[in-house]
């Protein structure tokens, strides 16, 4: 069965024993908060949903599921120090929670931990595991430096953005379900179709991540609506925005206006723009060229559909 | 041939090519800095030694030389953002020179690209060659997390201390030493007296390293002396000073006194106690400790004396 419930409900049961009765516990408290604060689990997900889909028991995979959820919990915890934010999943984030110090170094803790994880897969796949592994935290750190340094810039392309989020959001989505199917010992094809699978569903799933944070449900969402606004954050949103009425959202800008009426008149130009809808339609494309991704991979039918839903709802959610 | 400063040259010529040319420039750049600040390159160079002495060609280990070098570089990096300090190697620190964003990602790529190195070693000796690196590393954080908790102590004892040191700083140079015989293919037996050499040769580094902080020449130290002193630093001395004359050191500390004085009168306490005297015999039997830890070790006469006088010269140094 492939279920997107019992996969997480595999790595959930396993994530409480990485932190218990270890010391220092000052050192391990942030790391049990943070990796119990919920979350989809979409990347161990897809790493179990991979190795059971070429033939592995998923109970083999599970170390390099944790281990790629470790990590990606690990780049939430740092991220939130550098972005200064204050929330996480509807909860303090450690560096307010503790202190910028503690988060630092639970988070450098939790990036080991997370590479022990992934040295748990058999000897023989070990150097070209940590190798995919590796490669990929170090093309997740130049996401977050591109997002760091899109700050500061006001000639942001489309195409540095869809790369940007490659990078910091759609790489460690397709090492998860290359890893899966690596660890089953799949060909090579299939491992790129995999690989291939994740970049575009990572790609939807975080347009429709800056899609949600200016037209979510507010009490869906989890976060507030309007950070991504309020901050002039570089979304595909305001990229197009800037791009077709570049005078019209400059005199938004200077206006000064207080958080709740900025976001009304940016938003009434995406609007205008009929903006949403064009998103939405990116992200449809995005999800069925992922879907179209596995065409030629040789997997059982109930695995096929499986991917294909998930990404269809990674692309449709409201959360 | 053993010395040291082959050793380092080795390393030296290899560190610059690991950001050379690579992008975001952002990223590597506090990188580039942080590997170029120089240091003693002590860890690979004892890690090469220790695969030559066991007969390895140390080029092939240099990988792991080098990650070692990494790794203890990226663990100083975000070290002086959690304690705040403005100054290493005689530069400003990256968190300085840039922000505490640019410190902790370009760290976090650091640690990464140590694993990376690290594991460039035989396919067949990788699970044990990352189980030591990831040991350590795990040992390394808790280390600095007991540093940081014992500022918000006052009953640190003695073997706490001790224990303190071993983590943040022994353990390293043991790892460097065990894994360099470990590369060569070494007994069990003699990896575990390498590590245990690097221990001791460790807790009388660090020692020096306290003792340096009060009595060292300032010209030949590279820092301020007196820091430990006037940030209140449970050090060797400082816990000494504690126990046996509590009265006198609260008096001092009541006193509110300018560094200046602080520095003096603390240190004019540390004298009359003669505890420089005690902790350099203290030194010396850890050093002589870490010699002797060799004895049974089957390797040539050499680099016996190589590791006997680099743990001699450790313990003697004045900066």
Redesign the interface.
Known sequence: MYSTDIFAEMVEGRLDALTASR??A??FAPIAYTLDGGGKRLRPVLLLAAAKAFGLDPEKALGQALGIEVFHNFTLL?DD??DNADVRRGRPAVHRRWN??AA??S???M???A??LV?EAP??M??EV??LF?TT??EV??G???D??FEDREDVSLEEYIEMIRLKTSVLLACACRMGAMLAGAPEESQRAMYRYGELLGLAFQLQDDLLDTYGDPALFGKEIGGDIINEKKTWLWINAMAREPQRMRQVLDKKLTDYLKIREITEIYDSLSLPGESRRLIGRYTEEAVAALAGVDIPGAAREYFASLARKAAERSN
């Open positions: 010391t220092p000052t050192l740092h120090v550098m910028a110090s630092i170094l988070g450098d803790a990036l080991t931990m590479t022990q040295a000897a023989g070990l150097p940590m190798r590796n935290a170090m750190y130049a977050q430096q591109l760091m340094d």
